[in-house]
């Protein structure tokens, strides 16, 4: 699993000129998901990222997590991410989890993040998205699970 965490002031999602999903403080969380990737996966990606300490404490410092600062969560599926860019002009997508695999490890990993945190909205999984943020810093980070 891939992930692009940003950190961000709002961000929300757009399909067929409809916001599905919007969140105020917090992460913006893009989700590349891999053919062997499993629940213990997200899991360990659920509990990086909601006590990945990059929110400025009041000196500052990046020092408080998601949870801390009682942040919105935004996860947005994006198989484009684990797309094999080394030779060619034309990416390849053969490390990434097939469709329904990739459907189910979204959905689960939605229905975990609900579990865990009180404000959590997503994208729409194989739909064309259009994600807006504000971007915190910027503050951005590539995280591999």
């Given amino acids: 699993m891939l992930t692009v965490v940003q950190r961000v002031h709002e961000a929300s999602v757009t399909v067929e000129e409809q916001t599905v999903a919007r ?3 917090g992460l913006l ?6 053919a062997d990737d499993s ?3 997200l899991q360990r990606m659920l509990d990086k990222c909601l006590n990945y300490r990059i929110f400025d404490d009041a000196q500052g410092k990046m020092n408080l997590s998601l949870k801390d600062v009682q942040g919105g ?4 599926p994006q198989f484009t991410l684990l797309a094999d860019t080394e030779r060619g002009l034309r990416p390849s ?3 990434g989890a097939a469709p329904d ?3 189910s490890l979204f959905d689960q990993l939605v229905a975990l993040a609900h579990a865990h945190h009180p404000v959590v909205a997503s994208g729409r999984f194989a739909a064309d998205m259009q994600v807006q943020l504000c971007n915190n810093g910027p503050a951005t980070f590539i995280l591999e699970f």
């Fill in 23 to 25: 969140i105020t403080q």
């Fill in 29 to 34: 969380i893009l989700c590349g998901f891999a």
């Fill in 39 to 41: 629940p213990l996966t």
């Fill in 73 to 76: 969560l935004l996860l947005v």
């Fill in 93 to 95: 997508f053969s490390k």
């Fill in 101 to 103: 695999h990739g459907r």
